[in-house]
């Protein structure tokens, strides 16, 4: 950056920050709520799972659910220490916090919970079982690797070198999944599997947010997207659609 660039200019033609100090407040601010909403799915995601860990069917299955929670925790924490440069109190943030909390089965697709939870939407949603918490996985693995695709190239270099490396994990997690699914419909009818998919399908697409966002374009000049949500979900939408019809399934209509 030239000492005549300011910061905004710097970063509207591509430039990359590396530290909390040089930060302007609104660019600080849409870091903080990136990685604000990151962590708190990771860990809603991850208490979720760890409720199910005994429901697997067999020891590779509760096996593959452990590791999801830790790798999903761990993840958190690696955010979270990111988080803590910039001033955000970690030990409260992490451990004061009813993470397991869910809103009923049948509440609103984009209901909040107004307690300053920033997690996704859609781990505001209970599992009800294993072949429940597969679909979800599965669906909402794929959906966090596009947006962590989306993310693993903002301006914040260290959070950006963060997202590259948990893509690699995310990515394993839909493995495991995909592996899941296959085994759950060697005992499972399709038709109980496609209700679940019926149910998960949306809630999962509203991850993405609004699709006519107006706050794109200002993202955009500081670095911090690159992509539309609409682009985003229509990734998504097609990669999940392509993974469900290996396993007869479908998207719900």
Known sequence: ????????????????????????PRYRAEV???MAIFVDSELAGAAGFA??????????????AAQIVFEKTASAQRVLTLMGEFGADTDRYANHHPWTTRLPRDADITQGRGDHDMRLSVF???????????????????AATVQLEEFSQISYQPLAEAFRAIILIETRHTELADKGLANLLEHKPDAALQDLVNYWWPRVAASFGDEA???????????????SNAVLKARWQTAATALLAKHQLKPAS
């Open 213 to 227: 966002s107006q706050k794109f374009e200002g993202l955009k000049a500081m670095g911090l997207r690159k992509n």
């Open 51 to 64: 409720e199910l860990i005994n429901a697997g069917p067999g020891i590779r299955d509760r096996m593959a």
């Open 32 to 34: 903080m709520k990136i």
């Open 124 to 142: 505001n949603s209970p599992l009800i079982g294993w072949a429940d918490a597969g679909i979800m996985n599965l669906l909402m693995g794929h």
């Open 1 to 24: 950056m030239t000492d005549d660039m300011s910061i905004e200019s710097y970063l509207a033609a591509g430039g990359v920050l590396t530290s909390p100090s040089n930060t302007p």
